[in-house]
Antibody, heavy 121, light 110 residues
Framework: EVQLVQSGAEVKKPGESLKISCKGS????????IGWVRQMPGKGLEWMGI????????RYSPSFQGQVTISADKSISTAYLQWSSLKASDTAMYYC??????????????WGRGTLVTVSS | SYVLTQPPSVSVAPGQTARITCGGN??????VHWYQQKPGQAPVLVVY???DRPSGIPERFSGSNSGNTATLTISRVEAGDEADYYC?????????????FGGGTKLTVL
């Protein structure tokens, strides 16, 4: 089955670090872009960045550049999103999604179920 | 940066046709993609490249794109179509190329 399986929900304190994961299966992980999308409670979709696992080409939204790090380990078909110091405003659902494209992603046709991150003191 | 504008809400009676617009500067020159998101679920791609449908998406879902407006059309609307809908493009025209989402439209089936 073609799917993206995300890591489980996290509850963290402000200032803590976090790395969440997204494992692809059933397709050629290195041939499709993987993106991360934030959805704050009751709000819309926000693009954070994308990575091409084949060569680790990574692009960030200006809104998230420097705030998070996107990486991938193609040997285990897994992409990651990490924070070095969480803030309460990072509380959101985070989706990974994959899609086709040559020099950049076109659209997201496969989505994970999301990882809920809650940051609270 | 490139901005996509969607109406916050659209309401339609069952069996009627819903049209959800997505406005952007010369959006007709870009490929537009549409997602459906039901409460508590991940988004699902329903139209890509302006008017193509992924496998498994009903023919009732169609799209068009011209000038400054792209449109998602849902024919013979059903109660199960009630959801949030988002348009998306890849913007290569700005200093910071990237994915752009519209603000989303809540479709209510009366």
């Amino acid at each position: 089955e073609v799917q993206l399986v995300q890591s489980g929900a996290e509850v963290k304190k402000p200032g803590e670090s976090l790395k969440i994961s997204c494992k692809g299966s059933g397709y050629s992980f290195t041939s499709y872009w993987i993106g991360w999308v934030r959805q704050m409670p009751g709000k819309g979709l926000e693009w954070m960045g994308i990575i091409y696992p084949g060569d680790s080409d990574t692009r960030y939204s200006p809104s998230f550049q420097g705030q998070v790090t996107i990486s991938a380990d193609k040997s285990i078909s897994t992409a990651y999103l990490q924070w070095s110091s969480l803030k309460a405003s990072d509380t959101a659902m985070y989706y990974c999604a994959s899609g086709p494209g040559s020099s950049s992603i076109r659209y997201f046709d496969l989505w994970g179920r999301g990882t809920l991150v809650t940051v609270s003191s | 940066s490139y901005v996509l504008t969607q109406p916050p809400s659209v309401s339609v009676a069952p069996g009627q046709t819903a049209r959800i617009t997505c406005g952007g500067n010369n959006i007709g020159s870009k490929s537009v993609h549409w997602y459906q998101q039901k409460p508590g679920q991940a988004p699902v791609l329903v139209v890509y490249d302006d008017s193509d449908r992924p496998s498994g998406i009903p023919e009732r879902f169609s799209g068009s794109n011209s000038g400054n407006t792209a449109t998602l059309t849902i024919s013979r609307v059903e109660a199960g179509d009630e959801a949030d809908y988002y348009c998306q493009v890849w913007d290569s025209s700005s200093d910071h190329p990237g994915v752009v989402f519209g603000g989303g439209t809540k479709l209510t089936v009366l």
